[in-house]
């Protein structure tokens, strides 16, 4: 068993910053990819940005310059710096990461419970 616990949001005003982080506790081999989604009322859950092992990374363009997504693979935590936040960066962001819990065992994907960040003057 796996647990994803994200921490960090909270609310802020437009042109703020916060700072997410998510850790990963449990049955842990190794972690692959690990990512931020996010969901806003009446919307589908949407990429963030996500990272590899080996730090490479992809954002999506409507974060892209303002966001920065990190890992420190000694912690399996990734963190997600937010900067420049806007009123349409409101929405619950959840973790989730890809864990090897055992040699030659398959990746599962595991996700946070999420946490509320709110941009609002």
């Known amino acids: 068993q796996v647990q994803l616990v994200e921490s960090g949001g909270g609310l802020v005003q437009p042109g703020g910053s916060l700072r997410l982080s998510c850790a990963a506790s449990?049955?842990?081999?190794?972690?692959?990819?690990m990512a931020w989604y996010r969901q806003a009322p009446g919307n589908e859950r949407e990429l963030v940005a996500r990272?590899?092992?080996?730090?490479?990374?992809v954002y999506a363009d409507s974060v892209k310059g303002r966001f920065t997504i990190s890992r420190d693979n000694a912690k399996n935590t990734v963190y997600l710096q937010m900067n420049s936040l806007k009123l349409e960066d409101t929405a619950v962001y959840y973790c989730?990461?890809?864990?090897?819990?055992?040699?030659?065992?398959?990746?599962?994907?595991?996700w946070g419970q999420g946490t509320q960040v709110t941009v609002s003057s």
């Open positions: 449990g049955s842990i081999f190794s972690i692959n990819l």
């Open positions: 989730s990461a890809n864990v090897k819990v055992r040699v030659g065992y398959p990746d599962t994907n595991w």
């Open positions: 990272i590899t092992s080996g730090d490479n990374t």
